[in-house]
């Protein structure tokens, strides 16, 4: 072994080991390939291993603290920052905003029945409804009308019957009914068969408030009813003679051919909610005076006569309930929504099925969607909107207006976000 200097001995291992290491310099300086060309060395376009792409930036937060859940106002009490609530409503949200939806167009609430906030984001944010609508003309129809409602719709004339001939007019005395149906027309048909009227010599007119399902107005109801009544290839064909018109009150000689008695409004309000027939909420809205009675009962309901037990910070603002520009679109907050969904909770003496679909059973607009079973809700969607609201098997009751570019994969996020809710076994704080 050859004799190393005393003063390099410490670092005999460093030289030794870079011995080999300055041979592969050596020869790699002096390596060709056989044709004498030269290796190229590799290029960036080369790498096998891409850059690690740098993280998105955390969504930011209402407390100014990035990290910390986007909801307002739990998240900076210690004693919730560790709340399962948060950390999934912050999943929610991310997922969101990597779809492409924007955060300031998402209203989010989860509840509790006792009126607990567990977590929220655009607390009070008046934001599109959709057919959640439906569920302020319902409690607005409750209230007005009552649960056992019913709605009667009369036929009357004032001529008599000649032979197969009835030679006065026949006419259509409405009663509010929101949902008379052409299924119900070809009932009438059926009944003037029996009475073995066969032809109609006189006009059809019609006295307000009736309307045909899917009509704008009682003339066109009428006019669409006489199509169908004339209509040779129906069963039970009657010749329409003259003309549709309208009337402002009952001739004194008229007396009655008709009666239809409808559905109870509860029965009406299940087929509404469960179906999202528009023409039929756009019907009952009509008998409740429009939009602005709507907006005007809202505000009264939701604003001066608040549910006591809810939280105070839900407790909403005359801001939090509007029409929008067209003076059509509902909007509402969700903390205005917690409130409609606890008075319909109060009118349906604490059972929301009785007008409102359950996931999981029968055949509704809930069919789609992979909500918790058992879960009773209202769903609704514009072009890039999806409304749910509603009351989860575990009691947990929620409020959810979410925007982005894809309904489908809204209907996902929003699904995999109530089973998430559910999913949660911590028991609720108190």
Same mark, same amino acid.
């Given at each position: 072994?050859?004799?190393?200097?005393?003063?390099?001995?410490?670092?005999?291992?460093?030289?030794?080991?870079?011995?080999?290491?300055?041979?592969?310099?050596?020869?790699?300086?002096?390596?060709?390939?056989?044709? &004498?060309?030269?290796?190229?060395?590799?290029?960036?376009?080369? +790498?096998?291993?891409?850059?690690? @792409?740098?993280?998105?930036?955390?969504?930011?937060?209402?407390?100014?603290?990035?990290?910390?859940? @986007?909801?307002? @106002?739990?998240?900076?009490?210690?004693?919730?920052?560790?709340?399962?609530? %948060?950390?999934?409503?912050?999943?929610?949200?991310?997922?969101?905003?990597?779809?492409?939806?924007?955060?300031?167009?998402?209203?989010?609430?989860?509840?509790?029945?006792?009126?607990?906030?567990?977590?929220?984001?655009?607390? !009070?944010?008046?934001?599109?409804?959709?057919?959640?609508?439906?569920?302020?003309?319902?409690?607005?129809? =409750?209230?007005?009308?009552?649960? /056992?409602?019913?709605? /009667?719709?009369?036929?009357?004339?004032?001529?008599?019957?000649?032979?197969?001939?009835?030679?006065?007019?026949?006419?259509?005395?409405?009663?509010?009914?929101?949902?008379?149906?052409?299924?119900?027309?070809?009932?009438?048909?059926?009944?003037?068969?029996?009475? +073995?009227?066969?032809?109609?010599?006189?006009? *059809?007119?019609?006295?307000?408030?009736?309307?045909?399902?899917?009509?704008?107005?009682? $003339?066109?109801?009428?006019?669409?009813?006489?199509?169908?009544?004339?209509?040779?290839?129906?069963?039970?064909?009657?010749?329409?003679?003259?003309?549709?018109?309208?009337?402002?009150?009952?001739?004194?000689?008229?007396?009655?051919?008709?009666?239809?008695?409808?559905?109870?409004?509860?029965?009406?309000?299940?087929?509404? +909610?469960?179906? +999202?027939?528009?023409?039929?909420?756009?019907?009952?809205? %009509?008998?409740?005076?429009?939009?602005?009675?709507? =907006? /005007?009962?809202?505000?009264?309901?939701? *604003?001066?006569?608040?549910?006591?037990?809810?939280?105070?910070?839900?407790?909403?603002? /005359?801001? !939090?309930?509007?029409?929008?520009?067209?003076?059509?679109?509902?909007?509402?907050?969700?903390?205005? $929504?917690?409130?409609?969904?606890?008075?319909?909770?109060?009118?349906? !003496?604490?059972?929301?099925?009785?007008? =409102?679909?359950?996931?999981?059973?029968?055949?509704?607009?809930?069919?789609?969607?992979?909500?918790? @079973? &058992?879960?009773?809700?209202?769903?609704?969607?514009?072009?890039?909107?999806?409304?749910?609201?509603?009351?989860?098997?575990?009691?947990?009751?929620?409020?959810?207006?979410?925007?982005?570019?894809?309904?489908?994969?809204?209907?996902?996020?929003?699904?995999?976000?109530?089973?998430? *809710?559910?999913?949660?076994?911590?028991?609720?704080?108190?």
């Amino acid at each position: 072994m050859p004799l190393i200097p005393q003063g390099l001995r410490p670092h005999r291992r460093l030289l030794w080991a870079g011995i080999p290491l300055a041979g592969a310099l050596a020869l790699g300086a002096c390596w060709s390939n056989p044709t &004498g060309a030269e290796v190229e060395s590799p290029t960036l376009t080369q +790498n096998p291993f891409p850059p690690i @792409p740098t993280p998105p930036p955390p969504l930011p937060s209402p407390s100014g603290t990035p990290g910390l859940p @986007p909801w307002w @106002p739990r998240a900076q009490s210690p004693q919730w920052e560790d709340s399962p609530y %948060a950390s999934v409503l912050s999943g929610f949200l991310q997922g969101l905003a990597a779809q492409g939806g924007a955060l300031s167009q998402q209203g989010i609430l989860l509840w509790t029945p006792e009126g607990e906030l567990l977590a929220e984001h655009g607390l !009070d944010r008046p934001l599109p409804v959709g057919a959640l609508d439906q569920l302020a003309i319902s409690l607005m129809a =409750l209230e007005t009308w009552g649960y /056992e409602r019913r709605f /009667e719709t009369r036929f009357y004339t004032t001529g008599h019957l000649l032979g197969h001939r009835l030679t006065g007019d026949l006419i259509l005395v409405g009663g509010g009914d929101p949902y008379f149906t052409e299924a119900n027309v070809a009932e009438l048909a059926r009944h003037l068969h029996s009475l +073995n009227i066969r032809q109609i010599d006189g006009d *059809v007119k019609v006295l307000p408030p009736f309307r045909l399902l899917g009509q704008p107005d009682p $003339l066109a109801g009428a006019r669409r009813l006489a199509e169908l009544l004339s209509d040779t290839q129906q069963p039970h064909p009657v010749a329409i003679r003259g003309s549709v018109s309208t009337l402002t009150a009952l001739p004194a000689d008229a007396h009655c051919l008709a009666r239809y008695t409808s559905l109870r409004l509860g029965s009406l309000l299940q087929i509404l +909610n469960g179906s +999202n027939d528009r023409a039929m909420a756009e019907a009952l809205l %009509a008998e409740l005076g429009g939009e602005t009675a709507l =907006l /005007e009962y809202l505000r009264q309901r939701l *604003v001066a006569q608040p549910i006591s037990r809810l939280d105070s910070q839900m407790a909403p603002a /005359e801001q !939090d309930i509007r029409l929008g520009q067209r003076g059509r679109a509902l909007y509402l907050s969700p903390r205005a $929504l917690a409130h409609l969904w606890e008075h319909l909770v109060d009118f349906t !003496d604490g059972d929301p099925t009785r007008i =409102l679909p359950r996931a999981g059973t029968g055949h509704s607009t809930l069919r789609a969607r992979t909500l918790p @079973p &058992g879960t009773a809700a209202q769903v609704g969607s514009a072009a890039d909107r999806l409304m749910t609201m509603g009351q989860l098997p575990n009691g947990i009751h929620f409020v959810l207006l979410n925007q982005g570019p894809d309904l489908g994969i809204l209907r996902q996020q929003q699904d995999q976000f109530l089973q998430d *809710v559910v999913a949660i076994s911590e028991p609720l704080r108190r």
